[in-house]
């Protein structure tokens, strides 16, 4: 299994990304697919995840201003991040996860930064 996230990068305060996560070696459409984000210092976090059916679950500060969504098609899944704000800097992980007692799959993280 192979996770690719991109799509980080450095964005003044209220400002927008869009990270995508493309998946390979995986039943994609099977799996639940996750972003996760730790920031210095901190513990790793949830931020939003998607099931395998489309359902969606934010971290509760979160939701209003983040979007998940998923293109089967593509194996891709993506974190459409909006009104950024500096506490929001942080490595932004993919995860894959086929059920609750299977192993979580990560990428290798890509970094947003932003600034005030």
């Known amino acids: 299994v192979q996770l690719v996230e991109s799509g980080g990068g450095l964005v003044q305060a209220g400002g927008s990304l869009r990270l995508a996560c493309a998946a390979s070696?995986?039943?994609?459409?099977?799996?639940?697919m996750g972003w996760h984000r730790q920031a210095p210092d901190k513990e790793r976090e949830l931020v939003a995840q998607?099931?395998?059916?489309?359902?969606?679950y934010y971290a509760g500060s979160l939701k209003g201003r983040f979007t998940i969504s998923r293109d089967n098609a593509k194996n891709t899944v993506y974190l459409q991040m909006n009104s950024l704000k500096p506490e929001d800097t942080a490595v932004y992980y993919c995860a894959a996860r086929y059920s609750s007692f299977t192993t979580r799959y990560w990428g290798q993280g890509t970094q947003v930064t932003v600034s005030s």
């Open positions: 998607i099931s395998s059916s489309g359902s969606t």
């Open positions: 070696g995986l039943a994609f459409g099977s799996y639940a």
